[in-house]
Nanobody, 127 residues
Framework: QVQLVESGGGLVQAGGSLRLSCATS????????LGWFRQAPGKEREFVGA????????DYGDYVKGRFTISGDEVKNILYLQMNSLVPEDTGVYYC????????????????????WGQGTQVTVSS
């Protein structure tokens, strides 16, 4: 059974950095697209970024390009989201999600495409 557990959220000042972790179990990275989404109060869940481990393709939301980076440790089964130059608009609950894929392809930006989700971790950026 696939399980995802996020950690690393917290309160940070604008301009600061955080690294989120997503501990995974029950999956092999090479069979999945591994992504991050976020949801601010009163807003829909939005795509942050994702990586297709098989083929090493990544994609990021326009509002985080150049500031956020997704990486992973396939041995430890941990997915990371490094967030730099944070702004108050980055505040929200951050979720990791994975989508099974049988072939090499680019990550999907649609939340509906992802099969499993973590419980989320809160990130708050103060101005």
């Amino acid at each position: 059974q696939v399980q995802l557990v996020e950690s690393g959220g917290g309160l940070v000042q604008a301009g600061g950095s955080l690294r989120l972790s997503c501990a995974t179990s029950g999956l092999f990275f090479s069979n999945y697209i591994l992504g991050w989404f976020r949801q601010a109060p009163g807003k829909e869940r939005e795509f942050v970024g994702a990586i297709a481990w098989n083929g090493n393709r990544s994609d990021y939301g326009d509002y985080v390009k150049g500031r956020f980076t997704i990486s992973g440790d396939e041995v430890k089964n941990i997915l990371y989201l490094q967030m730099n130059s944070l702004v108050p608009e980055d505040t929200g609950v951050y979720y990791c999600a994975v989508e099974f894929t049988a072939r090499q392809r680019a990550p999907s930006r649609s939340a509906g495409a992802y099969d499993y989700w973590g419980q989320g971790t809160q990130v708050t950026v103060s101005s």
